[in-house]
Nanobody, 119 residues
Framework: QVQLVESGGDLVQAGGSLRLSCAASGSMQSINAMAWYRQAPGMQRELVAVITSGDRINYEDSVKGRFTISRDNAKNTVYLQMNNLKPEDTAVYYC?????????????WGQGTQVTVSS
């Protein structure tokens, strides 16, 4: 199976920065895409940023220009650099990996890491 280990969540003041990391391990033939989602209290989980195996990147509109997603293929790790954080960025951030295992393409989730931005 595939395991995802996230780190980097913290309490930070508005305008500050954080860097989230998510390392994937396990038996994978390939990683198709890696992404970050977030879920604020009482809200639905939303896609924040995604990077594909072909390095195509997309961001949710509210984070464009502030967040940067990147990946280290050698380490099967995805990062989310978050700058100029705002209170509305407060949420649990989840890593998602779409990977080929055997003959199947599966979606895997991390345990979540809390990001809290104080005003």
């Amino acid at each position: 199976q595939v395991q995802l280990v996230e780190s980097g969540g913290d309490l930070v003041q508005a305008g500050g920065s954080l860097r989230l990391s998510c390392a994937a391990s396990g038996s994978m033939q390939s990683i198709n895409a890696m992404a970050w989602y977030r879920q604020a209290p009482g809200m639905q989980r939303e896609l924040v940023a995604v990077i594909t195996s072909g390095d195509r990147i997309n961001y949710e509109d509210s984070v464009k220009g502030r967040f940067t997603i990147s990946r280290d293929n050698a380490k099967n790790t995805v990062y989310l650099q978050m700058n100029n954080l705002k209170p509305e960025d407060t949420a649990v951030y989840y890593c998602n990996v779409v990977a080929t295992v055997g003959w199947r393409v599966n979606s895997y989730w991390g345990q979540g890491t809390q990001v809290t931005v104080s005003s």
